[in-house]
């Protein structure tokens, strides 16, 4: 399975991002789609995951404000970020699990959030 993402960008506190995952591949394979974020010095950490079937898990820090959706024909993922806040300011990493191949990752995008 092959990923690529797209979206991210500079964008002030308050504001709004919507990035896209596209998989390629064995895309039938693939179970569960999700966005993982890294920042500086942290370590890489799950913000929002979803299923073939639509059950959707997130991160606390971002209940409320982020929605991940996913279009099973299209093989995307989608994570519309609301109400952005500095801290959000990682790279962001869409990732794919194929029950076949296991676990894909993807180049990932950087989203900064600032004034």
């Known amino acids: 399975v092959q990923l690529v993402e797209s979206g991210g960008g500079l964008v002030q506190p308050g504001g709004s991002l919507r990035l896209s995952c596209a998989a390629s591949?064995?895309?039938?394979?693939?179970?569960?789609m999700g966005w993982y974020r890294q920042a500086p010095g942290k370590q890489r950490q799950l913000v929002a995951a979803i299923t073939s079937g639509g059950s959707t898990n997130y991160a606390d820090s971002v209940k409320g404000r982020f929605t991940i959706s996913r279009d099973n024909d299209k093989s995307t993922v989608y994570l519309q970020m609301n109400s952005l806040k500095p801290e959000d300011t990682a790279v962001y990493y869409c990732?794919?699990?194929?029950?076949?191949?296991?676990?894909?990752w993807g180049q990932g995008t950087q989203v900064t959030v600032s004034s």
């Open positions: 990732n794919a699990v194929s029950v076949m191949t296991g676990p894909s």
């Open positions: 591949g064995s895309i039938f394979t693939i179970n569960v």
